[in-house]
């Protein structure tokens, strides 16, 4: 069966600090990978998605990056937080030609 | 734009009571339509899902009908639990393979 995998769970990062959170999937090959942040109170915001090695779409703009080494690795990155960047992280995997969605478990970043 | 219409809560309801969450939605096309629920602190767990007009979803009692003429999949439940209480969000997928979520319904169930 497949899984993802979403770490770390919660991160407390100083303002200017880089970032880098890690997803990776198992039991599945060439998934649709996401990356969605949840701002407090509000929705599910897509920031990145990708549909294979190294091809990044960028849906809003912002100071966070995206990259994919490996087909089943996503990565979020960014090079300096911000307090805005708060906020809840979730990645997500479809089947190539599926919309349906499964999550990981989110990571609670908090920017201070 | 595609954009997903929900109920705004926060909803509150005794344990037993008879749950809805009205959902509409925008798009082109047929979209296939969902409903995820996230519980405090984790990630989205899709409960239910339709891939096509008057097509019923259905999981843990919870029931969803996708109706073409209204563009609307409310989420129903007869008899709600205390351990239902989370946040349900509604969503729709289109053909560019990408989940459009509504802004999410905080439901809290007392006993």
């Known amino acids: 069966s497949q899984t993802i995998h979403q770490w770390p769970a919660t991160l407390v990062q100083p303002v200017g600090s880089p970032l880098s959170l890690e997803c990776t999937v198992e039991?599945?090959?060439?998934?649709?990978l996401y990356w969605y942040r949840q701002a407090a109170g509000r929705g599910l915001q897509l920031l990145f998605y990708?549909?294979?090695?190294?091809?990044i779409s960028s849906e809003v703009p912002q100071n966070l990056s995206a990259s994919r080494p490996q087909d089943r690795q996503f990565i979020l990155s960014s090079k300096k937080l911000l307090l805005s960047d708060s906020g809840f992280y979730l990645c997500?995997?479809?089947?190539?030609?599926?919309?349906?969605?499964?999550f990981g478990q989110g990571t609670r970043l908090t920017v201070v | 734009g595609d954009s997903v219409t929900q109920m705004e809560g926060p909803v509150t309801l005794s344990e037993e009571a008879f749950l809805t969450i009205n959902c509409t939605y925008t798009?082109?096309?047929?979209?296939?339509l969902f409903w995820y629920v996230q519980y405090p602190g984790e990630g989205l767990q899709l409960l239910l899902k339709?891939?096509?007009?008057?097509d019923k979803g259905s999981n843990k009692g919870f029931e969803a009908t996708y109706r073409k003429e209204t563009t609307s999949f409310h989420l129903e439940k007869g008899s709600v639990q205390v351990s239902d209480s989370a946040v349900y969000f509604c969503?729709?997928?289109?053909?560019?393979?990408?989940?459009?979520f509504g802004k999410g319904t905080l439901l809290t169930v007392n006993p």
């Open positions: 039991g599945t090959s060439n998934p649709n």
């Open positions: 990708s549909v294979g090695i190294g091809q």
């Open positions: 798009a082109t096309g047929y979209p296939s």
């Open positions: 339709a891939t096509k007009a008057d």
């Open positions: 969503a729709f997928g289109g053909s560019n393979y990408k989940l459009t």
């Open positions: 997500a995997w479809s089947g190539r030609r599926e919309t349906e969605a499964f």
